[in-house]
């Protein structure tokens, strides 16, 4: 955060310029422009711009004193990043998604709010946040710039609720919640609310009761939210003991849906395919929660991407370790393993999978390179452990020829033009003989044993106290030979591809590419990778629509037996609201017996939703509630299609209180997708939305 000296620079009275530090760029110059709070001044406007941001988290004018924005040629239209101003993520992300809302988004450009703000609601903030809110609104769909910093939509969301008011990170659906809350208070046309009793069926047709509940509902409640969000539920309660049934319609803006117990799991890996020239790629296979075996987890893994069975290997590869999976394994073992390293699916080549599967010998090798420290040259690991599958018949001399043949492309990429051009016309075998029995030049690469001894053991393989030893090229021995070597002698046979013989102005890029390219896999969330298996969000609507019983906590009371039961609960969507917002309930209280604090642990289950989502069957009676306040509509028959669109979704990252959030938008003036990542933007195709960090559609 940025600090500020207690006195940066002298105001001598209006009209006349001050001398001093510009807060902008710390200079001292005559400073021209001042802030209307005396707070700061500025040599020129551009300083006063970039450090608007940091200001205004002390300026007592500014925060009060919006300046209206109008629409012009070069209005970022919605395509606008929000600054995070610590902790904020959550924030960002549920206002991008109020900020896509056609309906809300019109009736503040519009000014069609302006008069409606209830100066004298107690429960509101007198129309303070419905201003900032549209000053924040005219910003992101007017403004020019491609950044807004929502402070004083902050500063008045946190004077409506505390809790908002500082730094910590909180959770998208609840903000959602509370400042579409506020700004119905704020907008609310009622200014004086008249008492209403809640009102029980009793023995009254549904539509009837429901509608008595809805009217009563509006007469205190009376707004552009209530007119765009606000559903309404059917809630049933039974007692467990008299069996007495209490119907209730209560309006809801937001419809919580319990995810069904899933009986699959995912495990994601990297894939690395023969053929050097493809990137390596990261996926996903889920698979049940009973008893699963690795081999099971290769033939759904042969499936999804279409290889042949036995010509790949599970294994978690470093620099200086590979730990195969064994088929014998349980999946969920392996999955344990892969929370804290990376899991690889290596293709084989062609030659290796003409080699039958009881015949393979696999020979890992270390890819190393020199390094030079304080005049002393030593061997550095440089890209991850490759294998290299032989026949135990495999002479030393083949060994050489199938590492050449595997780095080949990365030694004649920096060859000159003109002997590239020639180099490549080559077969293996004349191209290896060009670069390994050259007198003149040394060869790339040498082979060596991945031996201990270190220079004062004596090595397994060749006898003496070697620092390098040479695996020796000749047809004469064979792998066979050297396994029963490294048996006698207890050791796991291994070797190193040192690249010695290359000029320094190889950068190794090749090789680097490769683990670059796997770097930035590992750095992708599991929640973005996509698997074979969800639950559907259809599945999660019928979820919410199953009875469950009240717990200790929230027992019911009976005033037939005059006292609180476990009642039987059952709830439904009885009228849906034109815009309907969904909240996946991903989090659930647990608590550790290793802890005294209780936690949240988060469901990562991918839910997959369409981009146009069928309610029919999941609304009981009608389309929208307002439809009680229009006679004619109360009369027509009821028999389209209840559809609904979908166009924004808020995503969490990681655990509850430590995670991140993000959010999907479809902008309505182009119909494109975005990514809002707080200040970051970027386009996205429709196919990229549907993740396990969805949390609010």
């Known amino acids: 955060m940025k600090s500020y000296s207690s006195v940066a620079w002298h105001y001598f009275g209006e009209g006349v310029e001050a001398e001093g530090r510009c807060e902008g760029c710390f200079t001292y110059k005559v400073l021209r422009f001042k802030c209307k709070c005396n707070l700061a001044a500025y040599c020129s406007q551009e300083c006063q711009r970039k450090d608007r941001t940091y200001h205004l988290q002390r300026c007592t004018v500014l925060a009060d004193d919006e300046e209206e924005v109008k629409e012009t040629n070069e209005s970022r239209k919605g395509i606008v990043g929000l600054q995070n101003l610590g902790n904020t993520c959550f924030m960002n992300s549920g206002l991008q998604c109020m900020s896509n809302t056609i309906a809300l988004r019109d009736y503040f450009l519009q000014a069609r709010y302006v008069p409606e703000i209830n100066e004298v609601n107690p429960l509101g903030t007198k129309g303070t946040l419905a201003r900032k809110f549209a000053s924040f609104m005219q910003n992101l769909w007017y403004g020019t710039s491609d950044v807004y910093s929502p402070w004083n939509l902050k500063q008045a969301i946190g004077k409506f609720q505390p809790m908002f008011s500082g730094y910590s990170q909180h959770d998208s659906q609840e903000l959602i919640s509370y400042v579409l809350d506020g700004l119905h208070e704020d907008l609310n046309r009622v200014k004086v609310k008249p008492y209403v009793e809640t009102i029980e069926n009793e023995g009254k047709p549904d539509e009837e009761a429901a509608r008595q509940s809805w009217l009563d509902h509006r007469k205190r409640n009376d707004s552009i939210i209530v007119d765009i969000f606000q559903g309404q539920f059917k809630s049933q309660l039974q007692c467990p003991q008299c069996s007495r049934i209490s119907i209730t319609y209560d309006p809801f803006m937001m419809c919580s849906l319990p995810i069904p117990t899933a009986t699959t799991k995912s495990i994601s890996f990297v894939f690395?395919?023969?053929?050097?020239?493809r990137k390596p790629t990261k996926h996903a296979v889920v698979y049940p929660k009973t008893k699963h075996m690795v081999s099971d987890l290769e033939v759904q893994a042969a499936a999804d991407l279409n290889l042949k069975p036995g010509s790949f290997y599970f294994a978690f590869i470093t620099q200086y370790s590979k730990e195969y999976a064994d088929s014998g394994q349980t999946t969920s073992e392996l999955r344990k393993k892969a929370k804290y390293k990376t899991l690889f699916l290596v293709e084989y080549?062609?030659?290796?999978?003409?080699?039958?599967?009881?015949?393979?010998?696999?020979?890992?090798?270390?890819?190393?390179?020199?390094?030079?420290?304080?005049?002393?040259?030593?061997?550095?690991?440089?890209?991850?452990?490759?294998?290299?599958?032989?026949?135990?018949?495999?002479?030393?001399?083949?060994?050489?020829?199938?590492?050449?043949?595997?780095?080949?492309?990365?030694?004649?990429?920096?060859?000159?033009?003109?002997?590239?051009?020639?180099?490549?016309?080559?077969?293996?075998?004349?191209?290896?003989?060009?670069?390994?029995?050259?007198?003149?030049?040394?060869?790339?690469?040498?082979?060596?044993?991945?031996?201990?001894?270190?220079?004062?053991?004596?090595?397994?393989?060749?006898?003496?106290?070697?620092?390098?030893?040479?695996?020796?090229?000749?047809?004469?021995?064979?792998?066979?030979?050297?396994?029963?070597?490294?048996?006698?002698?207890?050791?796991?046979?291994?070797?190193?591809?040192?690249?010695?013989?290359?000029?320094?102005?190889?950068?190794?890029?090749?090789?680097?590419?490769?683990?670059?390219?796997?770097?930035?896999?590992?750095?992708?969330?599991?929640?973005?990778?996509?698997?074979?298996?969800?639950?559907?969000?259809?599945?999660?609507?019928?979820?919410?629509?199953?009875?469950?019983?009240?717990?200790?906590?929230?027992?019911?009371?009976?005033?037939?037996?005059?006292?609180?039961?476990?009642?039987?609960?059952?709830?439904?969507?009885?009228?849906?609201?034109?815009?309907?917002?969904?909240?996946?309930?991903?989090?659930?209280?647990?608590?550790?017996?290793?802890?005294?604090?209780?936690?949240?642990?988060?469901n990562t289950v991918l839910i997959d939703f369409p981009e146009e989502l069928d309610f029919t069957d999941f609304v009981v009676h009608g389309e929208h509630p307002n439809d009680f306040l229009n006679e004619d509509a109360m009369k027509a028959e009821k028999g389209g299609r209840i559809l609904y669109e979908l166009y924004a979704i808020s995503n969490h990252y990681g655990d509850m209180g430590f995670g991140h959030y993000t959010a999907y938008c479809k902008n309505s003036m182009n119909g494109k997708w975005y990514h809002f990542d707080d200040s970051s933007v970027t386009e996205v195709s429709a196919d990229q939305i549907v993740t396990k960090a969805a949390y609010v559609l």
């Open 272 to 277: 690395i395919s023969a053929d050097p020239s």
């Open 349 to 602: 080549t062609q030659e290796e999978q003409k080699i039958p599967e009881e015949e393979r010998v696999r020979v890992d090798a270390e890819i190393c390179r020199p390094e030079t420290y304080y005049g002393r040259t030593s061997k550095r690991n440089c890209s991850f452990i490759r294998t290299f599958v032989c026949r135990k018949e495999t002479t030393a001399k083949e060994v050489y020829l199938q590492a050449f043949i595997y780095f080949r492309p990365f030694l004649q990429e920096y060859m000159k033009p003109e002997e590239q051009e020639s180099f490549v016309m080559l077969s293996h075998e004349e191209a290896y003989e060009r670069l390994f029995k050259n007198p003149n030049k040394k060869p790339p690469f040498e082979v060596l044993v991945n031996s201990d001894s270190r220079g004062w053991r004596t090595c397994y393989f060749c006898g003496e106290k070697c620092d390098h030893c040479v695996f020796p090229e000749n047809d004469t021995l064979t792998i066979g030979q050297c396994l029963a070597k490294a048996k006698a002698a207890d050791k796991d046979f291994g070797l190193e591809i040192y690249f010695s013989g290359l000029s320094d102005d190889y950068e190794y890029k090749y090789l680097n590419k490769i683990d670059e390219e796997v770097r930035a896999l590992e750095t992708i969330k599991d929640e973005e990778v996509k698997t074979s298996g969800s639950i559907s969000v259809s599945a999660c609507l019928r979820k919410f629509e199953e009875p469950e019983q009240l717990d200790q906590e929230n027992a019911w009371y009976c005033n037939k037996c005059k006292d609180h039961v476990l009642a039987n609960k059952r709830m439904a969507i009885y009228k849906a609201p034109p815009v309907m917002i969904l909240h996946l309930k991903r989090f659930k209280n647990s608590t550790s017996h290793s802890s005294y604090y209780a936690s949240k642990s988060k």
